[in-house]
């Protein structure tokens, strides 16, 4: 059976799909050893694609969310929940966020996962900041969410904020702020850096557009508070600026990647320093992710480059401008890949990619030999065209 696939251009393109899996690192508990690197992986939320809600509310498919977190785990990867891959700030809300730390923290527990939650900002609505929510209001929501995450026992990723975006006049605002959340942090955190390639909203974080400004600052925060710092995790697409920053970390302070264009050569690492990795990226990838990581632990970096080299190409797609809508690729690979049983998301947000930007994230996913059952994905992939009216 072949496919008709739309192009970007017009027209469309006959595909052969392949017949068998790939067969790759095993899963289940001998899987859970992967010791040169810390990698999480940034999941998603399943929505429930019954629920009569308006758009700007949150519906969860809890069972389904779990379980795509079990997959995670089971492959050795630790989960860093309610992060931006969670659709924060776009489709799911504090209240939301809340019993998803909850829920996953328990889950945690239950399997013996490592997890990490995101900590940020977002019961301060965007008419809050548009009517100038001062920097106390920042730091109570930052508070509320920190003690919440601790309370679960999950580690707590400080996540940048919009509102702090748009309260702080100088750096010295942000200095001050995470030197008291950190001074408050009962557990060493990890703090994350968002460029606005993924948030327009944080443009000139850290109090200032330039990026070498912005790091000075950046860097002040980590060496104030070291012991209160388990990592950096820098999403700035940038991968020259990551190693120039990440050799100037303390020796006790992690660089966690979260750079989806470049993290092969990251986390492999230049002789003296590498990266960890917390990856949206890793959130569709985690079998091949989890098998290079395992070759990685052996010491064969070259074994490590060959099985996540050729990965790229799928990631740079699904992460493409404007990036922030890398989600609905994420999504549609998880269906493709039988982890759920629709394409919807909360608020929508299916629609955010056109079919042809789909139709590519299949094929290279394909290609790559990602999906356990690729008749099934060829099977969803094909309805998908029909629903969209593409003969077939």
């Known amino acids: 059976m072949t496919l008709r696939l739309p192009l970007p251009g017009g ?6 799909p392949r017949s068998a899996p790939r067969t790759g690192v095993a899963t289940g508990p001998a899987a859970l050893s992967l010791t040169s690197r810390t990698v999480f992986a940034a999941a998603h939320v399943v929505a429930d694609p019954y629920a009569d809600v308006p758009p700007d509310r949150a519906a969860v498919d809890w069972d389904g969310t779990l379980a795509f977190r079990r997959h995670l785990w089971a492959h050795g990867l630790g989960v860093a929940e309610a992060m931006d891959t969670a659709q924060r700030g776009m489709g799911l809300d504090w209240a939301g966020a809340a019993e998803l730390i909850r829920r996953s923290a328990a889950e945690a527990k239950a399997v013996g996962g490592r997890i990490a939650c995101g900590v940020g900002t977002d019961q301060l609505t965007a008419t809050d900041a548009a009517s100038g929510a001062g920097l106390d209001a920042v730091r109570a929501a930052y508070e509320e969410q920190l003690a919440l995450v601790e309370d679960t026992g999950a580690q707590a990723v400080l996540m940048a904020s919009r509102a702090l975006a748009a309260a702080a006049r100088t750096p010295d605002d942000y200095l001050s702020l995470y030197g008291d959340l950190l001074r408050q942090a009962a557990e060493p955190v990890v703090l994350h850096w968002l460029g606005p390639m993924f948030d327009p909203q944080l443009a000139g974080y850290w109090g200032d557009s330039d990026l070498d400004v912005a790091t000075e600052t950046f860097l002040q925060v980590v060496a104030e508070h070291p012991d209160k710092v388990d990592g950096v995790k820098i999403s700035l697409l940038d991968a020259g600026r990551e190693i120039a920053l990440r050799r100037r ?5 992690r660089c966690y990647t979260g750079d989806d264009f470049h993290y092969p050569e990251l986390i492999a690492g230049d002789g003296r320093h590498f990266s960890h990795a917390l990856l949206g990226a890793f959130d569709p990838l985690a079998p091949l992710a989890a098998e290079a990581v395992a070759v990685l632990d052996t010491g064969d970096i070259p074994g490590f480059r060959e099985v996540l080299d050729p990965t790229v190409e799928l990631s740079r797609h699904l992460f493409e401008a404007p990036t922030r809508f890398y989600k609905t690729g994420v999504v549609l690979l998880a269906w493709l890949a039988g ?19 789909l139709a590519r994230a299949y094929r290279l996913a394909d290609e790559l030999g990602l999906f356990p059952d690729p008749p099934l994905a060829e099977r969803r992939m094909r309805s998908l065209l029909e629903v969209y009216g593409v003969p077939q």
């Open 339 to 357: 982890h759920q049983s629709h394409f919807t998301m909360v608020g929508g947000l299916q629609s955010a990619r056109p079919l042809p930007h």
């Open 11 to 16: 027209g469309l393109d006959t595909y052969q």
């Open 249 to 253: 970390l303390p020796s006790t302070v």
